[in-house]
Protein backbone atom coordinates (compact mmCIF):
# COMPACT_ATOMS: atom_id res chain seq x y z
CA UNK A 1 0.00 0.00 0.00
CA UNK A 2 1.09 3.32 -0.86
CA UNK A 3 -2.05 6.13 -0.71
CA UNK A 4 -1.05 9.55 -0.87
CA UNK A 5 -3.44 10.50 1.82
CA UNK A 6 -4.10 8.96 5.37
CA UNK A 7 -7.21 9.89 7.14
CA UNK A 8 -7.43 8.93 10.92
CA UNK A 9 -9.80 9.54 14.17
CA UNK A 10 -8.24 10.67 17.24
CA UNK A 11 -10.00 8.81 20.42
CA UNK A 12 -10.43 5.13 19.83
CA UNK A 13 -8.57 5.09 17.10
CA UNK A 14 -4.96 6.92 16.75
CA UNK A 15 -4.93 7.59 20.32
CA UNK A 16 -2.89 4.64 22.40
CA UNK A 17 -4.11 6.71 25.78
CA UNK A 18 -7.08 8.62 26.15
CA UNK A 19 -5.25 11.86 25.16
CA UNK A 20 -1.75 11.15 23.45
CA UNK A 21 -0.13 9.19 20.83
CA UNK A 22 2.57 6.72 21.00
CA UNK A 23 6.42 6.78 20.47
CA UNK A 24 5.54 3.86 17.71
CA UNK A 25 2.73 5.56 16.41
CA UNK A 26 4.57 8.77 16.20
CA UNK A 27 7.47 6.79 14.82
CA UNK A 28 5.49 5.44 12.13
CA UNK A 29 3.75 8.70 11.05
CA UNK A 30 7.16 10.41 10.86
CA UNK A 31 8.20 7.17 8.51
CA UNK A 32 5.06 7.81 5.89
CA UNK A 33 5.13 11.10 5.56
CA UNK A 34 7.77 12.15 3.42
CA UNK A 35 5.11 10.59 0.96
CA UNK A 36 1.63 10.84 2.59
CA UNK A 37 -0.35 13.75 3.82
CA UNK A 38 -1.88 12.92 7.13
CA UNK A 39 -5.11 14.41 8.19
CA UNK A 40 -6.55 14.01 11.39
CA UNK A 41 -10.39 13.69 11.75
CA UNK A 42 -11.95 13.98 15.00
CA UNK A 43 -15.10 15.25 16.86
CA UNK A 44 -12.80 17.08 18.84
CA UNK A 45 -12.40 21.03 18.57
CA UNK A 46 -9.49 22.43 17.06
CA UNK A 47 -7.03 23.28 20.13
CA UNK A 48 -8.11 19.76 21.04
CA UNK A 49 -6.24 18.06 17.74
CA UNK A 50 -3.38 21.13 17.56
CA UNK A 51 -0.83 19.37 19.91
CA UNK A 52 -1.47 16.09 18.53
CA UNK A 53 -0.41 17.41 15.50
CA UNK A 54 2.54 18.92 16.55
CA UNK A 55 3.25 15.34 18.80
CA UNK A 56 3.39 13.78 14.90
CA UNK A 57 5.11 16.95 13.05
CA UNK A 58 2.25 17.60 10.59
CA UNK A 59 1.16 21.02 12.22
CA UNK A 60 1.29 22.15 8.55
CA UNK A 61 -1.58 19.77 7.05
CA UNK A 62 -5.14 20.17 8.05
CA UNK A 63 -8.09 19.13 10.34
CA UNK A 64 -11.08 18.10 10.12
CA UNK A 65 -12.96 18.83 13.41
CA UNK A 66 -16.50 18.61 14.73
CA UNK A 67 -17.22 15.70 12.40
CA UNK A 68 -16.44 17.75 10.09
CA UNK A 69 -18.56 20.49 10.68
CA UNK A 70 -15.22 22.67 10.79
CA UNK A 71 -12.22 22.44 8.17
CA UNK A 72 -9.30 24.28 8.77
CA UNK A 73 -5.98 24.43 7.32
CA UNK A 74 -3.21 25.99 9.56
CA UNK A 75 -5.57 29.06 10.59
CA UNK A 76 -7.16 29.53 7.72
CA UNK A 77 -11.08 28.35 7.72
CA UNK A 78 -11.85 26.22 4.94
CA UNK A 79 -15.47 25.01 5.59
CA UNK A 80 -17.96 26.03 8.43
CA UNK A 81 -21.30 24.78 9.43
CA UNK A 82 -23.21 25.24 12.18
CA UNK A 83 -26.32 24.45 14.11
CA UNK A 84 -28.87 27.53 14.36
CA UNK A 85 -29.82 28.63 17.84
CA UNK A 86 -33.43 28.17 17.17
CA UNK A 87 -32.80 24.65 16.45
CA UNK A 88 -30.34 24.46 19.96
CA UNK A 89 -33.54 25.75 22.31
CA UNK A 90 -35.50 23.41 21.51
CA UNK A 91 -33.36 20.47 21.76
CA UNK A 92 -32.52 22.41 25.45
CA UNK A 93 -35.44 22.32 26.51
CA UNK A 94 -36.15 18.60 25.73
CA UNK A 95 -32.74 17.76 27.48
CA UNK A 96 -34.06 19.82 30.56
CA UNK A 97 -36.86 17.39 30.89
CA UNK A 98 -34.51 14.18 30.74
CA UNK A 99 -31.94 16.13 33.00
CA UNK A 100 -29.64 16.11 30.41
CA UNK A 101 -26.21 18.57 30.44
CA UNK A 102 -25.33 20.10 27.19
CA UNK A 103 -22.10 20.80 26.07
CA UNK A 104 -21.62 23.45 23.53
CA UNK A 105 -18.96 23.90 20.97
CA UNK A 106 -18.09 26.81 18.55
CA UNK A 107 -14.63 26.95 16.70
CA UNK A 108 -12.01 26.44 20.15
CA UNK A 109 -15.10 27.90 22.24
CA UNK A 110 -16.59 24.98 24.78
CA UNK A 111 -19.48 26.05 27.02
CA UNK A 112 -21.43 23.75 30.07
CA UNK A 113 -22.81 25.01 32.90
CA UNK A 114 -21.29 23.57 35.33
CA UNK A 115 -18.06 20.86 35.92
CA UNK A 116 -18.87 16.89 36.28
CA UNK A 117 -17.18 13.52 36.00
CA UNK A 118 -17.93 13.81 32.19
CA UNK A 119 -16.80 17.74 32.20
CA UNK A 120 -13.49 16.47 34.22
CA UNK A 121 -12.59 13.71 31.94
CA UNK A 122 -12.97 15.61 28.91
CA UNK A 123 -10.33 17.95 30.16
CA UNK A 124 -8.35 15.46 31.12
CA UNK A 125 -8.53 14.21 27.66
CA UNK A 126 -8.75 16.70 25.20
CA UNK A 127 -6.20 19.37 27.32
CA UNK A 128 -9.28 21.93 26.20
CA UNK A 129 -11.18 23.83 28.99
CA UNK A 130 -14.43 25.13 28.77
CA UNK A 131 -16.33 28.10 29.67
CA UNK A 132 -18.46 27.74 32.75
CA UNK A 133 -22.26 29.48 32.36
CA UNK A 134 -26.00 28.87 31.89
CA UNK A 135 -26.76 27.37 28.70
CA UNK A 136 -29.98 29.93 28.44
CA UNK A 137 -26.94 32.98 28.36
CA UNK A 138 -24.83 31.53 26.33
CA UNK A 139 -27.28 30.92 23.31
CA UNK A 140 -28.55 34.64 24.07
CA UNK A 141 -25.14 35.55 23.57
CA UNK A 142 -24.67 33.63 20.44
CA UNK A 143 -28.15 34.90 18.92
CA UNK A 144 -26.11 38.52 19.83
CA UNK A 145 -22.90 37.44 17.68
CA UNK A 146 -25.00 35.06 14.94
CA UNK A 147 -23.45 32.15 15.67
CA UNK A 148 -24.55 28.85 16.36
CA UNK A 149 -22.63 25.42 17.21
CA UNK A 150 -20.28 23.10 15.61
CA UNK A 151 -21.27 20.24 17.91
CA UNK A 152 -23.38 19.82 20.72
CA UNK A 153 -22.48 16.88 23.61
CA UNK A 154 -25.28 15.60 25.60
CA UNK A 155 -24.38 14.22 28.73
CA UNK A 156 -26.50 12.19 31.15
CA UNK A 157 -26.92 8.68 32.64
CA UNK A 158 -27.31 4.88 30.57
CA UNK A 159 -30.75 5.84 31.29
CA UNK A 160 -31.48 9.16 30.53
CA UNK A 161 -29.69 8.54 27.16
CA UNK A 162 -31.72 5.81 26.30
CA UNK A 163 -34.68 7.60 26.89
CA UNK A 164 -33.96 10.79 24.83
CA UNK A 165 -32.50 8.80 21.81
CA UNK A 166 -35.41 7.78 19.85
CA UNK A 167 -36.81 11.21 20.67
CA UNK A 168 -34.22 12.63 18.71
CA UNK A 169 -34.01 10.63 16.12
CA UNK A 170 -37.44 11.08 15.58
CA UNK A 171 -37.80 15.02 15.93
CA UNK A 172 -34.02 16.00 14.43
CA UNK A 173 -32.98 13.69 12.00
CA UNK A 174 -33.67 15.83 9.04
CA UNK A 175 -31.38 18.96 10.79
CA UNK A 176 -28.52 16.60 12.78
CA UNK A 177 -26.46 13.85 12.46
CA UNK A 178 -26.76 12.49 16.00
CA UNK A 179 -23.99 9.56 16.78
CA UNK A 180 -24.00 7.62 20.27
CA UNK A 181 -20.49 7.92 21.26
CA UNK A 182 -21.15 5.48 24.67
CA UNK A 183 -23.70 4.62 27.16
CA UNK A 184 -23.92 8.20 28.65
CA UNK A 185 -23.10 10.49 25.61
CA UNK A 186 -24.45 11.58 22.54
CA UNK A 187 -22.89 13.93 19.73
CA UNK A 188 -24.50 16.22 17.73
CA UNK A 189 -23.69 17.93 14.65
CA UNK A 190 -25.28 19.51 11.25
CA UNK A 191 -26.61 17.19 9.22
CA UNK A 192 -25.42 18.23 5.95
CA UNK A 193 -21.50 17.36 6.71
CA UNK A 194 -19.70 14.43 7.67
CA UNK A 195 -16.12 13.28 8.23
CA UNK A 196 -16.29 11.97 4.41
CA UNK A 197 -18.16 14.91 3.02
CA UNK A 198 -15.27 17.27 4.74
CA UNK A 199 -12.20 14.48 3.37
CA UNK A 200 -14.12 14.87 0.04
CA UNK A 201 -13.91 18.79 0.00
CA UNK A 202 -10.16 18.71 0.61
CA UNK A 203 -9.20 16.01 -1.78
CA UNK A 204 -11.49 16.90 -4.66
CA UNK A 205 -9.28 19.46 -6.64
CA UNK A 206 -6.35 17.47 -6.58
CA UNK A 207 -7.20 13.44 -5.52
CA UNK A 208 -9.54 10.82 -5.49
CA UNK A 209 -10.92 8.74 -2.72
CA UNK A 210 -8.72 5.81 -4.25
CA UNK A 211 -5.67 7.93 -2.66
CA UNK A 212 -7.17 7.71 0.53
CA UNK A 213 -6.79 5.10 3.08
CA UNK A 214 -8.96 5.79 6.80
CA UNK A 215 -8.68 4.62 9.96
CA UNK A 216 -11.15 4.57 12.98
CA UNK A 217 -13.19 2.80 15.60
CA UNK A 218 -16.96 4.37 16.14
CA UNK A 219 -20.28 5.10 14.18
CA UNK A 220 -19.15 8.70 13.02
CA UNK A 221 -16.07 7.00 10.89
CA UNK A 222 -19.00 4.36 8.88
CA UNK A 223 -19.68 6.54 6.28
CA UNK A 224 -15.46 7.38 5.79
CA UNK A 225 -14.34 4.07 6.06
CA UNK A 226 -16.78 2.54 3.45
CA UNK A 227 -15.94 5.40 0.75
CA UNK A 228 -11.91 5.54 0.76
CA UNK A 229 -9.72 2.81 -1.58
CA UNK A 230 -8.99 1.08 2.55
CA UNK A 231 -10.87 1.46 5.03
CA UNK A 232 -9.14 0.16 8.26
CA UNK A 233 -11.17 -0.58 11.71
CA UNK A 234 -8.75 -0.79 15.19
CA UNK A 235 -9.73 -4.31 16.98
CA UNK A 236 -12.04 -2.31 19.32
CA UNK A 237 -14.19 -0.95 17.16
CA UNK A 238 -17.89 -1.51 17.38
CA UNK A 239 -19.11 -4.55 15.13
CA UNK A 240 -21.08 -2.44 12.96
CA UNK A 241 -18.19 -0.83 11.79
CA UNK A 242 -15.95 -3.64 11.76
CA UNK A 243 -18.32 -5.21 9.07
CA UNK A 244 -17.79 -2.43 7.11
CA UNK A 245 -13.89 -1.79 6.91
CA UNK A 246 -11.74 -3.67 4.15
CA UNK A 247 -9.41 -4.65 7.08
CA UNK A 248 -8.83 -4.72 11.11
CA UNK A 249 -6.23 -4.35 12.78
CA UNK A 250 -5.53 -4.36 16.32
CA UNK A 251 -6.76 -2.25 19.36
CA UNK A 252 -6.15 1.27 19.61
CA UNK A 253 -3.89 0.66 23.22
CA UNK A 254 -1.61 -1.80 21.16
CA UNK A 255 -1.17 0.89 18.48
CA UNK A 256 -2.95 -0.81 16.07
CA UNK A 257 -2.67 1.93 13.60
CA UNK A 258 1.11 1.92 13.71
CA UNK A 259 0.92 -1.69 13.48
CA UNK A 260 -1.11 -1.51 10.42
CA UNK A 261 1.59 0.62 8.61
CA UNK A 262 4.19 -0.89 9.60
CA UNK A 263 3.05 -4.35 8.20
CA UNK A 264 1.07 -3.17 4.92
CA UNK A 265 2.29 0.60 4.32
CA UNK A 266 5.77 0.80 1.72
CA UNK A 267 6.94 4.57 0.49
Known amino acids: MNHRILCSDLDGTLLSTKSDVSVFTIAEINRIKPTTKII?????????????????????????????????????????????????????????????????????????????????????YTKAEPIYQKTSKTLKEWKSRKIGAHKIMLMGTFETIEGIMPQLKAEYHSVMNIYRSNDTLIEVSPK???????????????????????????????????????????GNARDEVKSLADYITLENAQDGVAHFLKLHFKI
Open 40 to 124: LVSARMPKAMRYIQKDLGIENEPIICYNGALVLDMENEIHSTLLDVEIIETLYELTQTYNIQLGLYYKDEWFVEENSERVTKEIL
Open 192 to 234: SVSKLTAINLLIKNSYSFKDVIAFGDNYNDSEMLQRVDCGVAV
